[in-house]
C-alpha cells in the first residue's frame, strides 16, 4: 500500500487538529503534516455517520 506523504516535506506524519477559520462560524478538523502543517484535507467537526446512527437508534429505527 502507498504511504502517504505531505506535497511540502516529505513526511510520512498526519494529525488532526481543531480549527475554526477566520470568518467561519463551525469548528473544522484539518487533516494536516504533523511536521510542518501543511493541510491536506478538511473534514466536519461532527461525522455524520455517527450522528445518524444515533438519531436512529433514538427512533427506533434499524439501519
Ligand atoms: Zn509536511
Redesign the pocket.
Known sequence: MAKST?G??G?HNFETVVNTPEQSKFQLLFIQ?A??G?VVGVLDYFNIGTLIKQFAKRLHINL
Open positions: 505531505c511540502k516535506c513526511s503534516c511536521e510542518c501543511n
